[in-house]
């Protein structure tokens, strides 16, 4: 990618109506989306990480996180939460 285009700004979208369900979870990628034949292909077989880690790489690596679907929590402390988690990482 680096020889075709440079790479300015890395942008995580983050759902915090499942946040919890996600950041919680210790699946693997393929037990979580390996029965979605077009999600398997994207997964490598050596890629052992769980969903939590997943989610915690892709907010590490971004200098853009937006956390969407807000209007959908009903207690503003859980969005306080995730906002202080993700500026943590």
Known sequence: ???VARVDTMVTVVD???FEN???STESLLEKWGDD???REMIPEEDERNVSH??????EFANVIIIN???LI????KLK??????KKL
């Open 1 to 3: 990618l680096m020889d």
């Open 54 to 59: 997943l989610l915690v790489d892709q907010i």
């Open 81 to 86: 939460r995730i906002e202080q988690f993700c």
């Open 37 to 39: 034949k077009t999600q």
């Open 16 to 18: 915090a109506n499942n």
């Open 22 to 24: 996600y950041i919680g």
């Open 69 to 71: 679907k807000c209007d």
């Open 74 to 77: 009903d207690d503003k402390s």
